[in-house]
């Protein structure tokens, strides 16, 4: 897993969140029950909110992260709005050729979960990140990995970019 911080310019930032703000005010959203796999869901007891990004949004974020991400012939970039109770169990992403999570939240409280969970392939010693701010996490080893669950106790959704390659 690769961690990379300030990956975003705050302009492009800012032209996310507007487009995310103006989403959640359409039928535009999909979600984890019907687009993930059954196992994903074992550990969750709500849903994630899925939507696509625009192509303008998708464009500008991918001209961003060219030098952060792997070579791809074919990429999506969907938004995630993680709802309270949502979680993913473990898995590998092995389907992709790398997959990544780019934090939104302009602040998270760890008590509010939502927490990114790995266990490096050279180890058996899991370890974690907060969502932070503007913070990209690259798995482009097929590294085991989770998200806990969203604590019942906070009133934001975890928002995300997530990118999926081949």
């Excluded at 709802?83 to 939104?104: E, R």
Aim: charged letters at 20%.
């Amino acid at each position: 897993m690769k961690i990379f911080n300030d990956v975003l310019s705050e302009n492009l930032i800012q032209e996310i969140s507007k487009e995310v703000r103006d989403k959640i005010q359409s039928n535009s959203w999909g979600t984890s029950e019907i687009f993930w796999e059954p196992f994903l869901r074992l550990n969750s007891t709500g849903t994630v909110l899925i939507s696509d990004c625009s192509e303008q949004i998708q464009k500008l974020v991918l001209s961003e992260l060219k030098d952060t991400l792997p070579e791809y012939s074919e990429v999506f970039v969907k938004y995630h709005l993680w709802q309270k109770g949502s979680a993913i169990s473990c898995h590998l992403d092995s389907n992709y050729k790398f997959g990544a999570t780019l934090y939104l939240n302009d602040v998270w409280d760890v008590n509010w979960g939502g927490i990114f969970v790995w266990r490096p392939n050279d180890s058996d010693i899991m370890k974690a990140i907060a969502p932070t701010h503007n913070t990209l996490v690259l798995n482009d080893e097929s590294e085991l990995h989770f998200v806990t669950p969203i604590s019942y106790n906070t009133n934001n959704f975890r928002v995300t970019i997530q990118i999926f390659a081949h």
